[in-house]
T-cell receptor, first 113, second 109 residues
Framework: DAEITQSPRHKITETGRQVTLACHQTWNHNNMFWYRQDLGHGLRLIHYSYGVQDTNKGEVSDGYSVSRSNTEDLPLTLESAASSQTSVYFC????????????FGPGTRLTVL | GIQVEQSPPDLILQEGANSTLRCNFSDSVNNLQWFHQNPWGQLINLFYIPSGTKQNGRLSATTVATERYSLLYISSSQTTDSGVYFCAVDLSGTYKYIFGTGTRLKVLA
């Protein structure tokens, strides 16, 4: 069965360190997304990609970057982790046209000390 | 930008009761999804429903895009229905979904 996986599932890091969260999907979807979920804010879009070599900023992109070198993966990098980036991060993917139902990975809980 | 409002924000039910959750949106949308986030944090797809009515077991959903709202019906609720229910709308042509702030449901045994 097709799926989206995220790793690690839990991560504790220190302020100022670079952190990369992995996202891998086997749906063969063109579109991939990163969200963060915080209490009181629901899910907010960080970055998204419509295909290989395409990346776009979302609503809360400051301090984050992504790269898309193949269809399956969209790693999210926190260049210099800050305590404000403590959150739960979700990756999602979707097809195009009328098949744009989004499917989510299990999430990564990141704590920045 | 587009606003997505869900009501009620919190809901407590006795097992076996029925409920209706509402999602209002402020602009034209291409698609709409309902998700259930279970107590372990997993986001589960419930309905992909740009318009019309769909049913899946005890759950059903109706979207009236022209009036900018969607309803999620839960019948004969069970404790496993507890969690947060989100609606998310897709801005036309962008494949990006905007999420509402959710309805937190607790079903008591």
């Amino acid at each position: 069965d097709a799926e989206i996986t995220q790793s690690p599932r839990h991560k504790i890091t220190e302020t100022g360190r670079q952190v990369t969260l992995a996202c891998h999907q086997t749906w063969n979807h063109n579109n991939m997304f990163w969200y963060r979920q915080d209490l009181g804010h629901g899910l907010r879009l960080i970055h998204y990609s419509y295909g290989v070599q395409d990346t776009n900023k979302g609503e809360v992109s400051d301090g984050y970057s992504v790269s898309r070198s193949n269809t399956e993966d969209l790693p999210l990098t926190l260049e210099s982790a800050a305590s404000s980036q403590t959150s739960v991060y979700f990756c999602a993917s979707s097809g195009s046209g009328s098949l744009n139902e989004q499917f989510f990975g299990p999430g990564t809980r990141l704590t920045v000390l | 930008g587009i606003q997505v409002e869900q009501s009620p924000p919190d809901l407590i039910l006795q097992e076996g009761a029925n409920s209706t959750l509402r999602c209002n949106f402020s602009d034209s949308v291409n698609n709409l999804q309902w998700f259930h986030q279970n107590p372990w944090g997993q986001l589960i797809n419930l309905f992909y429903i740009p318009s019309g009515t769909k049913q899946n077991g005890r759950l059903s959903a109706t979207t009236v895009a022209t009036e900018r709202y969607s309803l999620l019906y839960i019948s004969s609720s069970q404790t496993t229905d507890s969690g947060v229910y989100f609606c998310a709308v897709d801005l036309s042509g962008t494949y990006k979904y905007i999420f509402g702030t959710g309805t937190r449901l607790k079903v008591l045994a």
